[in-house]
Nanobody, 127 residues
Framework: QVQLVESGGGLVQAGGSLRLSCAAS????????MGWFRQAPGNERELVAA????????YYTNSVKGRFTISRDNAKNTVYLQMDRLKPADTAVYYC????????????????????WGQGTQVTVSS
């Protein structure tokens, strides 16, 4: 099992920015596909962004395209989510997750394929 620890959440005004980080334990992070999910009260958890193990393939849900950027530093065992031009609708608990056995160097889209999860970090965007 891999441990994932998110940081960087907080309270920000609409239009502002935050950068979330997710640090992973272990030596095999560079083999994992990674994803950022979010869950707002009353809503289902949704995939916000995903990145393949090399970083060469990325995915964004439509509502964040052009505003969020996912990246990773395999030397630091860390994946990031840069969030710009934040909106109140982005308010949620954000979770990072790892797919430890991706078949190819492509993003993992299906939530069921992620087998390790962080504890979550709260992002609140005020209007």
């Amino acid at each position: 099992q891999v441990q994932l620890v998110e940081s960087g959440g907080g309270l920000v005004q609409a239009g502002g920015s935050l950068r979330l980080s997710c640090a992973a334990s272990g030596r095999t992070f560079s083999n994992f596909a990674m994803g950022w999910f979010r869950q707002a009260p009353g809503n289902e958890r949704e995939l916000v962004a995903a990145i393949s193990y090399s970083g060469g393939d990325t995915y964004y849900t439509n509502s964040v395209k052009g505003r969020f950027t996912i990246s990773r530093d395999n030397a630091k065992n860390t994946v990031y989510l840069q969030m710009d031009r934040l909106k109140p609708a982005d308010t949620a608990v954000y979770y990072c997750a790892a797919d430890r056995a991706p078949l190819w160097d492509l993003v993992t889209i299906f939530e069921s394929a992620y087998d390790s999860w962080g504890q979550g970090t709260q992002v609140t965007v005020s209007s």
